[in-house]
């Protein structure tokens, strides 16, 4: 009886360290997914600006005034900075070493890096507006022949419109972006308890 008893004891003992496991990689899965669907637009983004700075450097000898080729260059560093800045970011909230340490410390970890992710992005946030009226100075050249400062007119429209659709689609980002970030902060907190 006593060593069935203790085989039954050590079988739900078993069964709870399973439990207990199976919990904790659904989280980390969970945790990973929250991420992802972050760092995947942010990936997709800086091709996208990798993509502009090849057309740009590629273009440059249509960029004739000193001020285009101005513009053309601080294009070219902000659409470098920017992206490789934000996956860094990303990627200090992915390394967050949940398995390691007790899980205070990972949430520590993580809030850290959620700060700096969340300052970055309004920074990009911000600078967005000047890079797009950089590239609306850069592409009317190149694209269009147009020197965009001896043709006001098209400014007028151009630039106040652009500047709409980024501001609403930048806020529809940092909402999407913060909803995910307080969903893994959630699930690091539940790791806890």
């Given amino acids: 009886m006593k060593s069935l008893w203790e085989d039954m004891s050590k079988k739900v003992e078993r069964q709870e360290i399973l439990t207990d496991q199976l919990i904790f990689d659904m989280t980390k899965e969970r945790y990973e997914n ?7 637009p942010e990936t997709i983004s800086a091709l996208i600006c990798f993509a ?44 967050v070493p949940i398995s390691k340490g007790t899980y205070k410390e990972a949430l520590a970890i993580y809030a850290k890096a959620r ?62 972006y913060k909803g995910s970030m307080d969903s893994a902060n959630d699930l690091l907190k539940e790791l806890e308890e």
């Fill in 34 to 40: 929250r991420i992802r669907s972050i760092s995947v």
């Fill in 115 to 176: 700060v700096k992710f969340i300052r970055l992005q309004k920074v990009s946030f911000y600078t967005s507006f000047i890079v797009l009226i950089l590239c609306v100075i850069s592409f009317g050249k190149i694209i269009k022949g147009i020197d965009v400062f001896t043709m006001t007119e098209k400014l007028n429209w151009l630039v106040p419109s652009g500047i709409g659709v980024l501001f609403i689609f930048s806020q529809w980002v940092l909402k999407k």
């Fill in 52 to 95: 502009v700075i090849i057309f740009l450097i590629s273009n440059f000898n249509l960029l004739d005034v000193w001020y285009l080729q101005l513009s053309g260059i601080l294009t070219i560093v902000a659409c470098l900075l920017l992206p490789i800045l934000s996956l860094k970011s990303i990627q200090r909230m992915k390394n």
